[in-house]
């Protein structure tokens, strides 16, 4: 098998129903979807929360990451766009603590009108490299 050849990821079994992967991973780099705070059906969690949203999308992060044999440390590029980046600002902690102890990736926050939803409130999207 070609080890550059495109391999898509699925985190919900929706996903298969709309043009789009979670993940697509071509040889040793993962190239993750922005990660919202959605349910397995595809509805937002903690509206108006911006704490519990980031919560939820470094946890989708997570799971993706898990499902490749790697973690936090593998990201090397991170975009976040929010809605309201006072807010996002201030959940940080939460970004600290999915970090932890490795070496930030290089990353850019950006304010913006709107998400998909009008209930969400950031999207995270990351580059990682495999071990």
């Not at 898509?8 to 996903?15: D, G, T, Y």
Request: glycine fraction near 4%; avoid cysteine; charge should be negative.
């Amino acid at each position: 098998m070609d080890k550059n050849k495109k391999q898509a990821f699925h985190l919900r079994e929706l996903e298969k129903s709309f043009p789009y992967s979670q993940a697509v991973k071509v040889g040793k780099t993962l190239y993750l979807s922005g990660s919202v705070s959605w349910d397995q059906d595809g509805q937002v969690v903690a509206a108006g929360d911006m704490k519990a949203q980031m919560r939820n999308a470094y946890e989708d992060i997570r799971k993706t990451l898990d499902a490749h044999g790697a973690t936090s440390d593998s990201i090397v590029k991170e975009t976040v766009y929010t809605k309201d980046i006072d807010a996002a600002v201030e959940a940080a902690d939460v970004r600290r603590e999915f970090y932890g102890d490795s070496t930030p990736p290089a990353s850019t926050w950006v304010q913006i009108s709107r998400l998909v939803h009008p209930e969400l409130l950031i999207e995270v999207e990351v580059v990682a490299q495999l071990p």
